[in-house]
């Protein structure tokens, strides 16, 4: 699978609940974070397709998970093709969304996390312009204690210098080195492009890495 794969992305359904979600076996990469962060503007840059994660100037928008087909992987010689997929998951940590469904959220995407094995990866969505929140350092720290590889796409880089994306991308990693995080990072841009096709080929290679279950 080469990065220009995600190209073919394709919405597949929008889930309340894991139990609603695609079987689960292939591989599958999440994609995270706090609502207004950028992520459905990124999930349209990634795969290449302007309308295909909705985006809105309303925060909080994404309260479902939604699931975008790839092209199936190439598995080892003798062996099936493997289902690959891209999940949206709720934005979260908007006030305005009511108690009840950002409960109900909590607990939707604890389980996932936990349960699903086909889950190869996070990509999380922070914007670049503030520091990493709870709900960040939760999934970063998640992410370290489970060995679930996470990668941080520091969102809306165009709005601040070159020189102050490139100090808070080195603080990020700084902090990684400093818990023993084995996560990655870097500077994107939706709207400049910055970072496409480093993140897109950064997806992929999780879609290829066996979690240790699998090992």
Known sequence: MSSNTLNGARFVLAANEITQLPYDQG??????GRSNAGKSSALNALTGHTGLARTSKTPGRTQLMVVFDLPPLKGPEGTSPLEA???????YGYAKVPE????????????????????????????????????DRTMI???????????VLMTKADKISRGQASKALEALRKEFRTQG??????????????????????????LHTPRPHEL
Do not use: N
């Open 27 to 32: 591989a599958e990469v999440a994609f995270a």
């Open 100 to 135: 009840a469904m950002r409960a109900h959220w909590r607990g939707e995407i604890d389980a996932y996390l936990k349960m699903r094995r086909s889950l190869r990866g996070i990509v999380l969505i922070v914007d670049i312009r503030h520091e990493l929140k709870d709900f």
């Open 141 to 151: 720290e998640f992410c370290a204690a489970t060995e679930l590889p996470c990668h």
């Open 85 to 91: 997929r891209l999940v949206d998951l709720p934005g």
């Open 181 to 206: 995080v084995a996560g990655t990072a870097q500077v994107f841009s939706s709207l400049a492009k910055t970072g496409v096709e480093e993140a897109r080929a950064r997806i992929v290679e999780l």
